[in-house]
């Protein structure tokens, strides 16, 4: 790779993806010292590519300019596994975190944008959607289909996960177009949730790194619950459908999990477990997960809606969730 035209300023690792450097362990080190000697205003940007590197050498080159522009003096770079670790003194800069957001929120990559402390921390809790995160499917559509009523459902759930709708409001008009389903058709749907790629890796890490993972959903509780069965999961938390002998009646029971309370769940989780808000991550695609990924000392665009992934700190642009493992295994 040309020799970067921002050297002088910035102390940097200049390499393409095929001169990885057999010293991972140095680059980890190296890291590890930047965010040290930076200090608490540490921001670090983490951007790996999903198919096109041209478009991952454009925005990197676009990030440098920004931080050129800005001034910014202490900065570090490494690469690592096809990616490359921006390190720099952002002192608290929300100017410079912005234009780095609208950078990268209007790419095709991959990317995180952390304020850290001097050391990162792990998640100990990660908080995941379900319709569309973890499963490739919204189950209020497909329960729709089984009504005749799929498209009009569709459409109405779109505009809801794009933040166009009142999400509460919403879910009762699709709810009531289920009326008179049979719970059987609940049950089959259940059992044959399609399970989004990777996150069984996810969960594998998890559990060797002592986190838990709950899932928390605007959807409904006999499909959280076949997950949280089927993945081990450790917690679950939807909407409960009214029953009235084999059918479902059209309506909900008890408080809506709309956005707002995704967030308290979350808090609550927080609380419960005695853990920070940097140990909480919260991963979502639609519009009602904003408020507890702004809560969270992550949150995670999964494949998500335009309108979330500009207001994210981070976004996966594929469905497939084992690219959070880029995130979960920095050091």
Not at 60 to 72: G, K, M, P, R, Y
Not at 116 to 139: A, G, N
Not at 157 to 182: H, I, N, W
Not at 215 to 226: D, K, L, N, T
Request: glycine content about 4%; hydrophobic content about 40%.
């Amino acid at each position: 790779m040309t020799e970067s035209r921002h050297n002088k300023y910035f102390k940097q690792v200049n390499m393409r993806f095929d001169e990885q450097p057999n010293d991972s362990e140095r680059m980890v080190s190296s890291a590890d010292t930047a965010l040290k000697m930076i200090g608490n205003h540490a921001l670090t940007v983490q951007i790996w590519p999903v198919a096109d590197e041209s478009e991952f050498w454009k925005q990197h080159s676009s990030i440098q300019d920004v931080l050129l522009a800005a001034s910014v003096h202490e900065f570090y770079q490494f690469y690592d596994e096809q990616q490359i670790r921006l390190i720099f003194n952002n002192g608290n800069d929300s100017d410079v975190i912005e234009s780095i957001r609208h950078l990268l929120s209007n790419s095709d990559l991959n990317y995180a944008i952390r304020q850290q402390k001097s050391v990162l921390v792990k998640p100990r809790l990660l908080v995941f959607d379900m319709d569309s995160t973890l499963i490739q499917m919204e189950c209020i559509d497909e329960l729709a289909r089984r009504c005749g009523f799929y498209q009009q459902v569709a459409e109405i759930t779109e505009l809801a996960m794009q933040g166009k709708l009142d999400f509460s409001q919403s879910l009762k008009q699709r709810v009531a177009l289920l009326k008179d389903l049979p719970l059987t058709e609940v049950t089959a749907l259940a059992s044959s949730l399609p399970v989004t790629s990777g996150v069984t890796d996810v969960v594998a890490w998890a559990k060797q790194n002592n986190a838990k993972i709950a899932v928390v959903s605007g959807g409904f509780i006999p499909f959280v619950e076949a997950l949280k069965s089927q993945l081990q999961l450790d917690y679950a938390f939807a909407n409960e459908l009214e029953k009235s002998g084999s059918h479902l009646t059209g309506k909900l029971v008890g408080d809506i999990v709309d956005g707002e309370q995704k967030r308290n769940i979350l808090l609550s989780l927080q609380d419960q477990l005695g853990l920070t808000q940097d140990e909480v991550w919260a991963i979502g695609d639609g519009a009602n997960d904003l408020a507890m990924m702004s809560s969270a000392g992550l949150g995670v665009a999964f494949d998500a809606k335009p309108a979330v992934k500009k207001r994210a700190s981070a976004a996966i642009v594929k469905p497939d969730m084992s690219e959070l493992l880029k995130l979960l295994n920095a050091e």
